[in-house]
């Protein structure tokens, strides 16, 4: 409107000068007979209104520079303004805390989560499960919440329940943030999560999105394994010495050693795969969903998850020493290349336990979680990924190289 205002007022100008001129034109040809008739056979005059429309076009780019110059000044106090009032972040923080996963103290976690976010001013809710609580529900409400208020769901906790919380947020379509309190957190530490509380909760609220795969056992999500044989029994063990001696790595490979002395029941299985079947015997069927994970125990495997695969491992049935020495060989990350294991690659497959007459549902155990499925079991890549929230400076899940440097790092603490 300021650059409008001005067109209109310079070519009035021009209009006045030069109906001026016309009546100085009069005058003079009244006085002077030899005055000319018409403007343009006077060079005085045309030298005139040169001068006039030079100085309404000075006037013209003078007003429109200043009005750009206010409309400059007028852009920048908004955004200046519009600094000032903007908060960290629009999308609320949905946190469910499992009080019993790690080794701090529930309540000291949940002081830290709720002090590091109100500091950096994000709107957030926290939630706790206490022991008896129903995690799945606790979850799929938090999710639902989130999902209604436009939110980001955050669980905190180990691999089992970061798992439940993945289940819910894979089903609505949130995001999911993660501040591992495990003792391995397989999963976060793949993408880079720190497993420090404090730096976890820092780097969330600077986080980005990363579509990330899941498998599914049926319609259940597991985000770094899931098996059925002779590996859910060890996990039930590994539960029972933890809750005796305490959450740590030493009490785990105890937990597992004294679940191979015993003896265990193998696994006859019909699996159909590419539309193919064929009849196995096994100890246990691991199906793995982590790079870290795999490249931990040795299984070369883990390159198909680069395409869109998922791994599958097999161990066959061996006697106790040999499965013991089997256990060394995971220790060493040298499992892959032992003669009693297979594995495979697959995006999905399905597979039948010959069970007793009338049952219809086997144990499985998925990211450490057990549960008793229907069979036969689908087990195969979730078309749909998980929308992880992942530090800004998060490198790519890692390789090979780097899984196992970490694991011993970590091992070593």
């Not at 069927?285 to 998850?305: A, C, K, T, Y």
């Not at 087990?379 to 890692?398: D, I, K, N, Q, Y």
Request: glycine share 10%.
């Amino acid at each position: 409107m300021g650059r409008e205002r001005t067109l209109r007022g310079g070519v009035g100008g021009l209009l006045i000068r030069r109906s001026a001129l016309l009546s100085t034109r009069s005058h003079a040809a009244a006085l002077a007979p030899g005055f000319p008739n018409s403007l343009s056979q006077s060079g005085d005059i045309d030298v005139s209104l040169s001068v006039c429309a030079s100085n309404v076009v000075s006037s013209i780019t003078t007003s429109v520079t200043a009005s750009q110059n206010n409309l400059g000044r007028r852009c920048n106090t908004v955004r200046a303004r519009m600094r000032v009032v903007q908060p960290p972040s629009a999308d609320p923080l949905f946190v469910v805390l499992n009080v019993r996963s790690g080794h701090r103290d529930g309540q000291q976690t949940k002081a830290l989560i709720s002090r590091l976010l109100s500091e950096s001013g994000r709107q957030h809710e926290l939630v706790t499960v206490e022991p008896d609580a129903d995690l799945g529900a606790i979850a799929r409400r938090a999710a639902q919440q989130t999902l209604a208020n436009e939110g980001i769901l955050v669980v905190a906790g180990g691999d089992g329940t970061v798992n439940a919380v993945a289940q819910a947020a894979h089903d609505t379509g949130c995001r999911l943030g993660v501040l591992p309190q495990g003792t391995f957190n397989y999963f976060g530490r793949t993408h880079g999560i720190p497993t420090d509380t404090e730096e976890a909760t820092r780097a969330l609220l600077g986080a980005h999105v990363r579509p990330v795969q899941v498998g599914l056992v049926n319609d259940r999500v597991f985000l770094v394994n899931a098996s059925l044989g002779l590996y859910p029994v060890l996990l039930e063990d590994r539960e029972q010495f933890k809750s005796r001696f305490g959450r740590n790595r030493f009490v785990a490979a105890a937990a597992a050693f004294a679940t191979l002395l015993r003896e265990h029941r193998g696994l006859r299985l019909a699996i159909e795969l590419a539309g193919q079947v064929r009849d196995v015997r096994a100890s246990t069927l691991f199906v793995g969903n982590n790079r870290l994970q795999l490249d931990q125990v040795g299984i070369e495997q883990r390159h198909g998850m680069e395409s869109g695969q998922i791994a599958a491992v097999m161990l066959k049935p061996v006697s106790t020493w040999a499965m013991l020495g089997l256990l060394l060989r995971g220790a060493l990350g040298t499992l892959g290349e032992a003669e009693h294991i297979e594995s495979f690659q697959f995006r999905h497959m399905k597979v039948t336990p010959w069970l007793p007459y009338g049952t219809r549902r086997v144990k499985v155990a998925a990211d450490g979680e057990i549960m008793w499925l229907r069979t036969p079991l689908e087990l195969r890549v979730s078309p749909r990924p998980l929308l992880l929230m992942v530090p800004t400076e998060a490198p790519a899940p890692l390789s090979a190289t780097e899984g196992r440097a970490r694991v011993t790092s970590a091992s070593a603490t």
